[in-house]
């Protein structure tokens, strides 16, 4: 599995930015894909995660902001980010891990089931 993102930048408070994750390696039908955000001296937090049927899950913080996409055509996910605040700077990583491992999407977000990461992308939000 290989999962390789860009689109992270520097984008001013309430601005937007759109990330992408292009995944090979893998069955996309098999698997969920994600987001994680990673704010400096912090850990790794689940942001947003998609199956192959379309369904959708997303972090509380993130609700109404943020949305998740898949186009399965070009094995990419992608992370529209509006409204951003100064809170969601950070690096995000690209995640994914078998749909058959967890018995819920929102199960994404409970790190120890994430066996396949990206190299991460930076996000700076500031004036």
């Known amino acids: 599995v290989q999962l390789v993102e860009s689109g992270g930048g520097l984008v001013q408070p309430g601005g937007s930015l759109t990330l992408s994750c292009v995944g090979s390696?893998?069955?996309?039908?098999?698997?969920?894909l994600g987001w994680y955000h990673q704010a400096p001296g912090k850990g790794r937090e689940g942001v947003a995660a998609?199956?192959?049927?379309?369904?959708?899950t997303y972090a509380d913080s993130v609700k109404g902001r943020f949305t998740i996409s898949q186009d399965i055509a070009k094995n990419t996910v992608y992370l529209q980010m509006n409204t951003l605040q100064p809170g969601d700077a950070g690096v995000y990583y690209c995640a994914a891990v078998r749909r058959a491992t967890i018995a819920s999407l929102t199960d994404f977000f409970a790190f120890f089931w994430i066996d396949n990461w990206g190299q991460g992308t930076q996000v700076t939000v500031s004036s």
């Open positions: 390696g893998f069955t996309w039908a098999d698997y969920a």
């Open positions: 998609i199956d192959s049927s379309g369904s959708t």
